[in-house]
């Protein structure tokens, strides 16, 4: 009798230790999980926090905008592939303060507007796309803007080995005052932009000042330290634009 109550209690104890191993590993992996989780929350959080921020500074930077160029007319959306608000705010301060003759754009849209209605006498802005060039023409003849040359060149094989703007459109270019690099579209190729420097680095007044979008790409960034370490009388400013945006400019 003593030996069967034994092995009941030891049965019963074996039960206890299994039950509580089971517990322990259950708990283990909820607290893995709600680490887990709460790291997945911070993250989002943050992330989140930083879409409102940004948000709000581009909101900013267009109302700024709208009061500084008093449009007449609505003005394109900025989303996507659109110049930012942030840096279209910045090209309407370049162009007010350093009164441009020449200014020459790759890539048009929302930032020939702005560019042309911050004052620049001679706007010359080049796109691969006679669609794009288009609804740019239309958006300036709406609002009665003049002094603007949209030239539409093809993306060609260039000697560096990437597809960039056919040359022959540039051959007139010299004296340049702003030069703005935003085309051609550089997300799926990062060297897509890097002709700009060998194609306009003798056709820049000696005050010339280079602006770059989508710095915050390596492409990009490696053109703009590129335009940097060719013009030794100017300096780099990288601004924290929601794309991200090099100003190359005189010292």
């Not at 602006?211 to 300096?235: Q, T, W």
Request: charged fraction near 25%.
């Amino acid at each position: 009798m003593k030996s069967l109550s034994l092995l009941i209690l030891i049965i019963i104890a074996l039960g206890l230790a299994y039950c509580i191993r089971l517990l322990r590993n259950l708990h283990q992996k909820v607290s893995a999980r709600s680490e887990r989780t709460s790291r997945e929350i911070a993250a989002s959080t943050k992330e989140l926090k930083a879409e409102v921020w940004q948000s709000y500074r581009q909101s900013e930077a267009m109302q700024q905008l709208l009061t500084l160029l008093k449009f007449s007319a609505p003005v394109p959306p900025t989303r996507s592939w659109a110049a930012s608000p942030d840096l279209l705010l910045t090209l309407a301060q370049l162009v007010r303060k350093h009164n441009p003759k020449l200014v020459v754009e790759l890539g048009s849209g929302v930032s020939t507007l702005v560019v042309a209605k911050a004052g620049a006498k001679k706007v010359i802005s080049i796109d691969h796309s006679g669609e794009f060039a288009d609804i740019t023409r239309g958006v300036l003849k709406e609002h009665k803007v003049r002094g603007v040359e949209i030239r539409v060149a093809q993306l060609k094989a260039h000697i560096s080995g990437v597809d960039w703007y056919d040359t022959a459109v540039l051959k007139d270019l010299k004296r340049i005052d702003l030069l703005i690099v935003d085309g051609p579209p550089g997300s799926k190729n990062p060297e897509a932009r890097m002709p700009a420097r060998a194609e306009f680095i003798a056709k820049l007044s000696p005050k010339a000042i280079i602006v770059i979008d989508d710095v915050n790409r390596e492409g990009e960034r490696k053109l703009a330290e590129s335009f940097a370490k060719a013009l030794p009388n100017h300096f780099l400013t990288i601004y924290p634009h929601e794309k991200g945006t090099a100003v190359i400019s005189p010292k």
